[in-house]
């Protein structure tokens, strides 16, 4: 399983976590050929807003593709570029 390099990381955590539940800093993903998908359980806090999604983007030299919402939690899926 890839993972993302922890100052990736932590840049983009310190743009969502402000979308979290107080103390809770959780940065789930899944990465598959050139995409990354965030997971965000809903009960966890709000919606990120369209800026912010443009900025994680911006961080992964990549786009947005696209937000559902499965199983009680928003999917949010880039492309990357990195």
């Known amino acids: 399983m890839a993972n993302l390099d922890k100052s990736i990381e932590e840049e983009i955590l310190a ?3 402000k979308y979290q539940k107080e103390n809770t800093k959780l940065l789930n993903y899944l990465i598959t050929d050139d995409e990354v998908t965030f997971f965000s359980p809903i009960g966890n806090g709000s919606e ?3 800026s912010d ?3 994680v ?3 992964l030299k ?3 593709v696209g937000m559902e919402i499965v ?3 928003y999917r949010f899926k880039f492309k990357m570029g990195i």
């Open 15 to 17: 743009i969502v976590e």
């Open 48 to 50: 990120i807003t369209a």
């Open 53 to 55: 999604l443009q900025k």
């Open 57 to 59: 983007a911006d961080i």
């Open 62 to 64: 990549g786009s947005f």
């Open 71 to 73: 199983n009680q939690e």
